[in-house]
């Protein structure tokens, strides 16, 4: 990490306002899902963050069950930080959230009041960090009121554990609900994470819409579809890819033929646009000025430093935005 300059790290990154609030978020931030508990090697996840910050990327995503093992990604982030990040607190986003399970019973899931204030406690002695500035609900929960789950986000911005609250995973009707539970608490949500990119469009069905009336901004996950949407599967299944080797969140039945021949005619655009396709990927998201930020995810150094080159351009002309809505089609 000693190579890594922060002297100009504010210069080349895009900040963006988060809806009506005032708080302004980087154009990429860093999410620390997938390669960053015990199982990545400690030097490489410190040279991560080093790199990211270095670069202006300020806001680190997390949530309670974030790993493997669940809980070690918030493990890792509170030592880096303590270890070599102290002075810079201030400069940074933590984001946290909970939702999903994380320890054995029935207050260990969901969206209870019960489960969302004890799981911010674990997190935050995990990270040892005496606030996180966003504190998402994860997913929506079918059986807690939608009241309930609201006044626990609320009150742990009043206990000052949390900064701002965000959601996730909600569709357009109940997050419209939750803005408004949460407005009348004196607690207006920031942001809404959902997945979003060129192959998975549901939120343009009506929830951009209810962001924008809301005021609330948008940070899409899995911009680059789980890395269908990268130069990766344009010649095959590689032997390391996700889709070879794990096949949980994506496997060989998501590459058919149409869809291999969809990211070919993607790439062809990317191209005469000089851009890789996963950097056409991520400016398509940004083109449009509600979404506030893209989460982007990363096992090395290298491709953060790359994935930012895809705010060298993240304009399109009709002409290239119409192509891609008839490839898409």
Same mark, same amino acid.
């Given at each position: 990490?000693?190579?890594?300059?922060?002297?100009?790290?504010?210069?080349?990154?895009?900040?963006?306002?988060?809806?009506?609030?005032?708080?302004?978020?980087?154009?990429?931030?860093?999410?620390?899902?997938?390669?960053?508990?015990?199982?990545?090697?400690?030097?490489?996840?410190?040279?991560?963050?080093?790199?990211?910050?270095?670069?202006?990327?300020?806001?680190?995503?997390?949530?309670?069950?974030?790993?493997?093992?669940?809980?070690?990604?918030?493990?890792?982030?509170?030592?880096?930080?303590?270890?070599?990040?102290?002075?810079?607190?201030?400069?940074?986003?933590?984001?946290?959230?909970?939702?999903?399970?994380?320890?054995?019973?029935?207050?260990?899931?969901?969206?209870?009041?019960?489960?969302?204030?004890?799981?911010?406690?674990?997190?935050?002695?995990?990270?040892?960090?005496?606030?996180?500035?966003?504190?998402?609900?994860?997913?929506?929960?079918?059986?807690?009121?939608?009241?309930?789950?609201?006044?626990?986000?609320?009150?742990?911005?009043?206990?000052?554990?949390?900064?701002?609250?965000?959601?996730?995973?909600?569709?357009?009707?109940?997050?419209?609900?939750?803005?408004?539970?949460?407005?009348?608490?004196?607690?207006?949500?920031?942001?809404?994470?959902?997945?979003?990119?060129?192959?998975?469009?549901?939120?343009?069905?009506?929830?951009?819409?209810?962001?924008?009336?809301?005021?609330?901004?948008?940070?899409?996950?899995?911009? =680059?579809?789980?890395?269908? @949407? &990268?130069?990766?599967? $344009?010649?095959? %299944?590689?032997?390391?890819?996700? +889709? !070879?080797? /794990?096949?949980?969140? =994506?496997?060989?039945?998501? @590459? &058919?033929?149409?869809? $291999?021949?969809? %990211?070919?005619?993607?790439?062809? +655009? !990317?191209? /005469?646009?000089?851009?890789?396709?996963?950097?056409?990927?991520?400016?398509?998201? $940004?083109?449009?000025?509600?979404?506030?930020?893209?989460?982007?995810?990363?096992?090395?150094?290298?491709?953060?430093?790359?994935?930012?080159?895809?705010?060298?351009?993240?304009?399109?002309?009709?002409?290239?935005?119409?192509?891609?809505?008839?490839?898409?089609?």
């Amino acid at each position: 990490m000693s190579n890594i300059d922060l002297t100009n790290r504010y210069e080349s990154m895009i900040y963006r306002r988060c809806g009506n609030s005032g708080l302004k978020l980087p154009a990429l931030s860093l999410g620390l899902w997938h390669n960053f508990g015990h199982v990545n090697v400690y030097e490489n996840s410190k040279n991560l963050i080093a790199t990211a910050f270095g670069s202006g990327i300020t806001h680190f995503d997390l949530a309670n069950n974030y790993g493997p093992p669940p809980g070690s990604a918030e493990e890792t982030l509170g030592k880096i930080l303590r270890e070599n990040f102290k002075s810079y607190r201030d400069e940074m986003i933590i984001s946290s959230k909970a939702g999903y399970t994380m320890w054995d019973g029935p207050y260990g899931d969901w969206g209870s009041k019960k489960y969302l204030v004890s799981s911010l406690d674990q997190s935050l002695k995990r990270m040892k960090l005496d606030y996180v500035d966003i504190f998402y609900h994860h997913r929506p929960d079918p059986e807690t009121p939608l009241e309930e789950t609201m006044a626990a986000l609320s009150l742990i911005v009043q206990q000052g554990k949390a900064l701002y609250v965000g959601l996730s995973n909600y569709q357009a009707s109940d997050a419209e609900k939750a803005f408004k539970l949460l407005k009348e608490m004196g607690t207006p949500c920031l942001i809404h994470q959902p997945k979003y990119s060129m192959f998975e469009r549901w939120v343009e069905e009506g929830l951009m819409d209810v962001l924008k009336e809301n005021g609330v901004g948008c940070i899409p996950f899995s911009p =680059l579809a789980q890395g269908l @949407l &990268t130069d990766k599967y $344009l010649h095959g %299944i590689p032997a390391d890819s996700r +889709v !070879a080797t /794990s096949g949980v969140f =994506l496997n060989e039945k998501s @590459l &058919t033929t149409e869809k $291999l021949s969809k %990211i070919a005619r993607l790439d062809e +655009v !990317a191209k /005469s646009r000089n851009q890789k396709l996963a950097h056409m990927a991520i400016a398509w998201l $940004l083109k449009d000025e509600r979404v506030t930020s893209v989460l982007i995810g990363a096992s090395k150094p290298e491709q953060i430093s790359d994935s930012i080159k895809a705010l060298d351009n993240i304009c399109f002309t009709n002409e290239e935005l119409n192509k891609i809505d008839d490839i898409l089609a």
